[in-house]
């Protein structure tokens, strides 16, 4: 009996390949996003959230279930474009627009009610962090922002939610302690992104525009609020103290 590759030519094997890879990537992707959320939350989630020392902030439950309701509405999206169910998946889409808005609002508020809560409860001060979470909800938001103004445009449409899920993933890669003390939570988070990358350039041939320009600007944007975090120059250090005062 002839093995599989006399029997089917490799380009023949490789086209497969991609339409399967076309089929299942986000789908495969939004399962992905959960693996890293449920594996990088496990770690802190019971001291810092269920049987903390020193109970939580209420707002932070929200919070936490907010972010946890995005991804399985990610997930959820992804399987109704799987299955072809596009008219249930564009209704549920303004579901998604209105949970993504809130994230950005909670977002924001949390990080600052966490601010001042870790600076008199826990006694530990960072104001300059705000960077990362205010960097976070920027880049999620505007990834979300365009992707429901290009709701039509089904190309650049699920590349941005892409982006805009992969932009919450540095929360739960910065559980883990090495990758926090060395700031690479964010250089993990473009790793993912760069699976996106890897994809078009397999089935189609080519970096989609939506790649092209959100990376290196969501690369510059990293560094900047690593930059603020890390060095804290004198505005940046003021500019905290007053919104955490």
């Known amino acids: 009996m002839a093995s599989l590759s006399q029997t089917v030519p ?3 094997l490789a ?33 810092n959230l269920f049987h903390p020392a020193i109970p939580r902030p209420w707002l932070l439950w929200v919070h936490a279930m907010a972010f946890a309701s995005w991804v399985a509405f990610y997930i959820l ?42 600076a008199v409860q826990l006694h530990f001060n960072d ?21 429901i103004s290009w709701r039509r445009k089904p190309e650049l449409h699920r590349r941005l939610l892409f982006l805009a899920t992969c932009c919450l993933l540095d929360a739960p890669f910065g559980r ?37 320009y959100a990376l290196p600007l969501m690369i510059a944007g990293q560094t900047f609020a690593v930059y603020l975090w890390h060095w804290s120059p004198g505005w940046w250090l003021r500019t905290t103290h007053a919104i955490l005062s």
């Open 10 to 12: 490799g380009s023949k």
């Open 15 to 47: 086209t497969r390949r991609n339409a399967v890879l076309d089929e299942y990537f986000y789908f495969g992707m939004s399962l992905v996003f959960a693996a890293i959320v449920a594996i990088g939350f496990s770690r802190t989630v019971n001291q």
């Open 77 to 118: 999206q992804s399987a109704l474009v799987r299955s072809q169910n596009v008219w249930l998946h564009r209704k549920l889409g303004w579901f998604g627009a209105g949970l993504g808005a809130l994230m950005v609002l909670l977002g924001f508020t949390v990080a600052v009610i966490m601010g001042r809560f870790d």
């Open 127 to 147: 104001p300059t962090f705000l960077s990362i979470p205010f960097y976070d909800m920027l880049a999620f938001g505007a990834c979300l922002a365009l992707a």
């Open 176 to 212: 883990f302690d090495f990758l926090f003390n060395h700031f690479l939570f964010f250089p993990c988070l473009d790793v993912v992104i760069l699976l996106g990358v890897v994809r078009d350039l397999l089935v189609d041939r080519r970096v989609n525009v939506v790649y092209r």
